[in-house]
């Protein structure tokens, strides 16, 4: 009965590791087309700065500063 019980826990671990594995790869599909620009078009160039702080610069002149 040990070794029952043990192969249990063993595939629901296996199981919960592939559902999150697939809802990853499933919101990385969904969110593939986002940027981070307001009018849909990559950025031209980015640059970090000594906080961990990035800019980047968009078409049109737009600026968006991530912090991490």
């Known amino acids: 009965?040990?070794?029952?019980?043990k192969r249990t826990a063993v595939l629901l671990?296996?199981?919960a590791?592939?559902?999150?594995?697939?809802?990853?790869?499933?919101?990385?599909?969904?969110?593939?087309?986002?940027t981070i620009c307001k009018n849909g078009k990559?950025?031209?160039s980015q640059r970090s700065d000594l906080l961990?702080?990035?800019?980047?610069?968009?078409?049109?002149?737009?600026?968006v500063t991530l912090s991490s």
Do not use: K, S, Y
């Open 52 to 63: 961990g702080n990035t800019e980047f610069r968009c078409p049109g002149g737009q600026t």
């Open 42 to 44: 990559t950025p031209l």
């Open 1 to 5: 009965m040990n070794l029952r019980r």
């Open 17 to 34: 590791c592939v559902i999150v594995f697939a809802a990853g790869v499933l919101a990385g599909w969904i969110h593939r087309n986002d």
């Open 13 to 15: 671990l296996a199981a």
